[in-house]
């Protein structure tokens, strides 16, 4: 299983960047090839300062060894081996206009000392963060969600886009990060389901990315923007940032288990503000968003 | 005692902004009363868009009631009701040539069920952050500090010079903050030294305060920079944020404690940048301040 679905995010990695660098049409991704001293390492992909994506990163990685002291606490298990595999995706526009968006998806196996497996699973899901929202582009990103949940379980889209809409709010702003997705975990071999069934889910989804946020973008990219919807982008900008680095488990869990901080951290924005207090005009485009965030809308 | 450390936080607030006032010459500082719900309240008071200071904050507030939870585990205590004040600022220059400050001092009762204290204790200290290294402004800055330190025991500059570069250290980049200061914590009544003291001595380094930061601010806020001094400025500003949202116990405790968000993040500066993987040339003056980052520097 871990060679299959390696095997796959390699191959996903491809078809999303050369997609992404199509669509951008001046900037190219960047690649870095890293290792992990304790095993494995990574293929990280960047592309910045083009005509569509300001900045964005589109990374795989495996990584193998000891299971690191942090994580066999976060696990609570002991000294086991483990393998960990997964694609991770952030890009943000130029044009206040497209939204934000982010997906992981991931796979999980540890070992006793014999080296037999004696848990795996899958987790991962793909969120949209808009600075100006379009009902429409909320509407479409969750039904592709939804036509990729549901081919597998009619239960899995309400049950993973609520667990979406519980991991991406900002606790200490009472607020979402955005307008949600699908957030899925520990997704092990049960009755009914093995981890075939849940490899053909979790790629089904990963396959269904681009339906879901291409459109989007090439629908937004040429839109007019002005300097304060710029600067409104720039302040949201800065809640992704506090996300990332107050709440986000899988970037504390990477800087505080010694990852590759430049792949970690690709995910922050390249140009951000904070003001004071800022707060968006009354009946403003500005403030419907904020309206919209206040609690998690059934979007399909 | 918290009488005595609350008359003295307002009146050094007010001398402050208005020595930082004075020197921006264009914009004033902006004050908000808030109120804590559960016992309390503070008075902020932030610059934003100034000729000098581009943003910042002096802030001080004073707050009681019973403990919260987290607290409890993080003191390892019971129930208990305390009072805790201070004065916290951050100042973030226009100017790259001029560095960001930071200072708190606080002061600290807890109380058994009949009221009465059963630990108190004084914290605090103030560090600075260059984007480019005079090192002349980190030894004057160094020299005020150990000179207030000096005068009440030999051994104190030593010893919260160290702390300080301990604690204002980037783990995950494995670089200092800036160059550090003073920190100090806990300092209880003890053998020789009681509470009034202390207080003699944190108020000796609140009042050293503007004579550590004003001349730094007055020689270099006139100097001519490039638009790419600027943009290391906001790159290195990003690891100021990196900082305050990953690390800094005071930052974390805020925002998990429910305090006043807008108090609490007046110190994330106003215009960041992350790019990625960035390194400043070989030989360049962004490149010496990243080599005096590597390990704490002796500068008196």
Known sequence: MKEQFYTYIQELQDRITSK?????????????????PEGGGGRTRVIENGKVFEKGGVNI?????????????????????FFACGLSL????????V????????YFEMYDKEGSIVDQWFGGGQDLTPYYLFEKDARHFHQVCKAACDRHDPEFYGEYKAR?????????RNEARGVGGLFFDYLRKIEGRN????????????????????????????????REERDWQEIRR?????????HDKGTLFGLRTNGRIESILMSLPPKVQWRYDYH????SREEALLNVLKKPVEWV
């Not at 190219?28 to 890293?34: I, N, S």
């Not at 495996?62 to 002991?78: D, N, R, T």
């Not at 939204?99 to 991931?106: E, I, S």
């Open 195 to 226: 981890m075939q069934d849940w490899y053909d889910f979790v790629t089904d989804v990963g396959n269904s990315f681009l339906d879901a946020y291409v459109p989007i973008v090439l629908e937004r990219k040429d839109l007019k923007y002005s």
């Open 238 to 246: 800065g809640r992704y940032v506090e996300f990332n680095l107050v």
């Open 61 to 81: 990685s495996a990584v193998h060894g000891p299971l690191p002291k942090s994580m066999q606490a976060y696990f609570g298990v002991g000294e086991v081996d």
């Open 99 to 106: 939204p934000t968006v982010h997906a992981n998806w991931r």
């Open 164 to 172: 979406c809409d519980g991991y991406f709010w900002n606790t200490h």
């Open 20 to 36: 992404l660098q199509e669509i951008d049409g001046v900037a190219e991704f960047r690649e870095d090839l890293w290792e992990r």
């Open 90 to 97: 952030v890009l943000h526009p130029v044009n206040p206009m």
């Open 280 to 283: 968006p005009k009354p009946g």
